[in-house]
Structures are given as C-alpha cells and as structure tokens.
T-cell receptor, first 109, second 118 residues
Framework: GDSVTQMEGPVTLSEEAFLTINCTYT??????LFWYVQYPGEGLQLLLK?????DKGSNKGFEATYRKETTSFHLEKGSVQVSDSAVYFC????????FGTGTSLTVIP | DTEVTQTPKHLVMGMTNKKSLKCEQH?????MYWYKQKAKKPPELMFV???????INESVPSRFSPECPNSSLLNLHLHALQPEDSALYLC?????????????????FGPGTRLTVL
C-alpha cells in the first residue's frame, strides 16, 4: 500500500543554516505530495504541495521537488530563521491520505 | 472560502462531563475527517464521513461519538472521557474520499480544538 517515510528528528540548526528534511514515498498511481507545518500550540498548515512529477512547490523560502525517479519530496530552505522552529510533516494523497511521522526543527539564534 | 473552522479553540472538561466539538467547511467538500493528535506526533485518523455517511471508524472508543448533520458540518460528541484523551482534535475536509484522482483527496485542516480532560 501507499506510505510515506520521513527523516527522523529532532533537528537543531543555527540561524541562517541550510535545511533539508528528507521524505520518500511508496505509491501506486500518481499521488499528490504535501508538506505541512505545525507551529507550537497550533494546528496544521499547508506549507507547499506538488501534484505531478517534476513539479516544484514553494512557499516562504521553502521548496520541494516531486521526483518520481527517486520517489522523493525533500524539503529545503536556504537560510532558516528562529521563526521556522516547528514540526514538519510530509504527506501523500493517493487513493487515501498518509502522513509521515513528523520532523521537529529547532533553530537557535 | 477555503477555510475549515473549529470551535471551541480550547476545552477543559471533567471525566463525567458531556461536551461537543464542532467543525464547519463551506468549500463544497463531500468528505470530512476527525483526527486526534498528540504532541509532535502525526495526526491519527478517528472517523471519516463521505457524503454525510460514516465511512471509517478506526476502532475509536464509544465515548467519542461523531455526527454529520449536513454536508458542511461535523460534530464530535464527548462523554466520560479519560485523561489520556487529552490531545489536539483536528477536523479536515477534502473534495472526495478515496478517489483515484489524487488531487481530490487533498485535505484542508482546521486549527484544532485543544482538549484537556481532568
């Protein structure tokens, strides 16, 4: 069946460091892929999405490219800020919706 | 309107209380979901309604009782909860449930209700 495997955390970075959070998936058919972010004490917000192979989703300096050949959707940001501290969830929409386990990111000044 | 709203934002209840959580969407979505989420964990699916009919109940204890009065509203009735039920309860909606068109399964989340059971 469909599934999402996400990089384990927690991740701690200094401000302005480069961020990568790995996400790989297994799916039959043509899933859509998502990154959700959850700030402390809040609900889930859609950060970015991609609906087909080679699509690049981007928002707030974050990017992820839908790579069918490597079945990946890694999240990247060139320069993280303290305000990016949150939990990040990779998700897949195939014939059903699946979440990864989440990666907690802490950015220190 | 691309918003899912949830009320209340916070709820504190005793183990003998009865309360309800409410969720509303006006996107014309035909599938609505209840999730339970513990801190820093992914949301756990509890219930799915598709076209106002209960499609999935993920072995949730009967002290949680969902209701879908119409296509825009979803309630979760709570009774005799336990302290371990304290969590963030999230509502979501999508155009359809379990369709081969993956974009129709994209879920839109509400802000959640943070529930504390004393």
């Amino acid at each position: 069946g469909d599934s999402v495997t996400q990089m384990e955390g927690p991740v701690t970075l200094s401000e302005e460091a480069f961020l990568t959070i790995n996400c790989t998936y297994t799916a039959t058919g043509y899933p859509s892929l998502f990154w959700y972010v959850q700030y402390p004490g809040e609900g889930l917000q859609l950060l970015l999405k991609a609906t087909k192979a080679d699509d690049k989703g981007s928002n707030k300096g974050f990017e992820a490219t839908y790579r069918k050949e490597t079945t990946s959707f890694h999240l990247e940001k060139g320069s993280v800020q303290v305000s990016d501290s949150a939990v990040y969830f990779c998700a897949l929409s195939g014939n059903q919706f699946y979440f990864g386990t989440g990666t907690s990111l802490t950015v220190i000044p | 309107d691309t918003e899912v709203t949830q009320t209340p934002k916070h709820l504190v209840m005793g183990m003998t209380n009865k309360k309800s959580l409410k969720c509303e969407q006006h996107m014309g979505h035909r599938a609505m979901y209840w999730y339970k989420q513990k801190a820093k964990k992914p949301p756990e699916l509890m219930f799915v309604y598709s076209y106002e009919k209960l499609s999935i109940n993920e072995s949730v204890p009967s002290r949680f009782s969902p209701e879908c009065p119409n296509s825009s509203l979803l309630n979760l009735h709570l009774h005799a909860l336990q302290p371990e039920d304290s969590a963030l309860y999230l509502c979501a909606s999508s155009q359809e449930f379990r369709t081969s068109a993956s974009s129709y399964n994209e879920q839109f989340f509400g802000p959640g209700t943070r529930l504390t059971v004393l």
